[in-house]
């Protein structure tokens, strides 16, 4: 068998209840995972602090001393052991809550130990919780000072894995196994790219030499992690392209043409080049997969209903599917007003809809006379059968997978519909590239013109009645504004609360003027009918939640207030701004925090202040949230999981890896010449897959 198949409980030190933990908690089963579990970040070893330095917060930091005395402190479960731990400079306290004893026992007093550990301040003097202690002589154990810290679950702590455990552990398995890791690229691609040797770079991640070491390290790994997500997502593009054909719509007919003359402004520059684009895409013979991006109020739903005309002018339908159905609804409406003049019937099918109704959309798509349906997941359902499905829209806001793609497509068993995807949230090209890699990508990269670029302004919580005089005097000239207020956490009831305090504030303030208020818990008839008093302007005010962050387009709305701004992502903050500064008055927006905000939410509110640029700040977010915590990357299906690349922060490697992929098949599109055999073995063990592309997705 394959030594890194070893189950982790072949490895000294790890019973079955350990590895039970590392597998629930560390996704960690076998030798391979832990080798790939790498830390995150690492800290300089080679410097000793003195206790009078310390100064401030602190990052985890050595000390050299030695411990004074011991004192056990408290009763029954809330005993802790003191050290009081001197260096010459001054004295804190090291502190633990277990194993109590055997600490006595393990550092006696009076000995030179190396301790290592983030100082708290507490009353005016530090102490350190938990420390590593090491004896002095032990201290080469750090390898070019650096040492690895591991990101670890309170859980994993718990049964005794803490940072200085994982070391031991890797230390083990890499004597174990390090001879036998093998190279994962070919040679030619190692000497082009001069990248250091695979097994060298999975050494030094964990136990790094020093900086330079550790840099080529980080180079070669981030290389082999974004390499092969452009092999495979190019390799299924390729293999797509040549294997599906695409429904010819070569005619521009009377439905196209007529929502074109009846559209009382003319379409941006951006949205005729995105239209061309998908024009090109279905006359040339092979399916389409477009992703449109654009920031908010772009323009997305227009194109993407002239690319659903063009379908209807061929003689095929189109659907349009959102991932939840407030935004299905809004689009339904929207879709409709727009074909109104035309006399195209919209259908709408969600989660909710009466089984009649249901019944009655089903028969029309089944018999062809309902030639245009808006949907949520609904859509999905085996029981919707279109009689000739040509196009797919797919809202996605990273929220459907390549799975739910995949399952319009078999909606035409003879071909495949062309699909077309609208990203809500505009990402940086890298992470576009990396997430939709096997996409063709059109970015929609002008707003329509004659908007102002909104003005954004922070204000503290205490300033709110200035935020009320500006609110009225808006309201005079004719304005409205939206008052949103963030979602809390784990507790709607909580949430809805504060939004009705919410309202008995600001009804007593405004007296004269009609507020409103929408929540998600509302009944939907309910929530339509305050949406359509505020669209209407029979409503100046229109507080919520951010059930409006997806939805409602009133350019009359020209003020934007967040109350507790400071709970709010970057990227969900832009989407609510985005929802004003579609009329031609001057916008605002205005995010209302407390005093104390901590340093990430001081960053996203400047730069919100700043900028007005989503894709600007798509990055700004992932640069503060870090990858993985970007919505829905999860369930992106693209089997994405990133150790230690951020497509973000690494676009230039992203974009060499992908030039790279792309060179390498266009002379070898099927990975059969011998040079590139470690290419194909790769893959295949990565994605469990042969690069023969076509079931994928
Ligand atoms: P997105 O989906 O990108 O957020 P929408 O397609 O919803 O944007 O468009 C936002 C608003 O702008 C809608 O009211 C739409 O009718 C309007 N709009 C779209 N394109 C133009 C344009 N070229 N000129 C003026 N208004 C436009
Ligand atoms: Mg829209």
Redesign the pocket.
Known sequence: MDIFQTPLTYLPGIGPKRATVLAEELDLYTYLDLLHYFPTKYVDRSRVYTIKDLRGEMPSIQLRGYIRDYKEIGEGRRKRLVAYFSDGTGTIELVWFRSLSTIQRLYPVGQTYLIFGKPVLFNGSYSINHPEVDEESREQAVSGGLMPIYPLTEKVKRIGIANRQMRQLLYILLEACRSQIRETLPEHIIQRAQLIPYSTAIQQIHFPEGNTELEATRRRLKFDELFFIQLRLLGMKNERKATSPGLPLPRVGEAFRGLYSS??????GA?KRVIREIQTDVVSGKQMNRLVQ???????????LFAMLLALDNGYQACMMAPTEILARQHFL?LTE?LAPLGIEVGLLLGSTKKRERTKLHEGLGDGSLRIIVGTHALLEPVVQFHRLGLAVIDEQHRFGVVQRSGLWTKNESQHPHILI?S?TPIPRTLAMTLYGDLDISV?DEL???RKPIQTYHQPESHIFEVYAFLERQIAEGRQAYVVFPMIEENEREEIRALEEGLVRYRERFPEYTVVMVHGKMKPEKKDEEMRRFASGEAEIMLATTVIEVGV?V?NASVMVIEGANRFGLSQLHQLR?RVG?GASQSYCILLTGNELGEDAKRRIAIMVETNDGFEIAEEDMRLRGFGEIDGTRQSGQQLSLRIANPALDGAMVQYTRDLAEEILAEDSTLTLAKNEPLRQRLDALYHERPSWSQIS
């Open positions: 559209l009382p402004f003319d379409l941006t949205q654009g920031d908010v109020g772009s323009g997305k739903t227009l194109v993407a929207s727009l609208m809500a929609i329509p013109p004659g387009n350019p985005g579609r």
